[in-house]
């Protein structure tokens, strides 16, 4: 069984800081690329940041120099630092993990995992 789980979303006024965390667990071999996710109403899911096992990392136009996304490879967590947050950046935040896991003895599978996904509200 693997587990994404997010947290850390809220209500915050425009300009304001919001930092969002999220940890894979569960029967884990390793874990590859991470990324966090938004969605709101009438739009379809799209990539707001995302970073690789050495820690390259990929940014959305719309956030870049605002959001930065870091990741701690000893227990599978990613974070994403969010500053000067806009009435725009309003969305349901998802996060991603690409993991391989066992499926038999010496045999692996690899997937995409999500997590429930977490509010994020800017507004005043």
């Known amino acids: 069984q693997v587990q994404v789980v997010e947290s850390g979303g809220g209500l915050v006024r425009p300009g304001g800081s919001l930092r969002l965390a999220c940890a894979a667990s569960?029967?884990?071999?390793?874990?590859?690329?991470m990324g966090w996710y938004r969605q709101d109403p009438g739009n379809e899911r799209a990539l707001v940041a995302s970073?690789?096992?050495?820690?390259?990392?990929v940014y959305a136009d719309s956030v870049k120099g605002r959001f930065t996304i870091a990741r701690d490879n000893t227990n599978y967590t990613i974070y994403l630092q969010m500053n000067n947050l806009k009435p725009e950046d309003t969305a349901v935040y998802f996060c991603?993990?690409?993991?391989?896991?066992?499926?038999?003895?010496?045999?692996?599978?690899?997937?995409?995992?999500w997590g429930q996904g977490t509010q994020v509200t800017v507004s005043s």
């Open positions: 569960g029967d884990i071999f390793s874990v590859k690329d």
């Open positions: 991603k993990a690409n993991i391989l896991y066992p499926i038999a003895t010496a045999r692996y599978a690899d997937g995409d995992f």
């Open positions: 970073i690789a096992k050495n820690d390259e990392s």
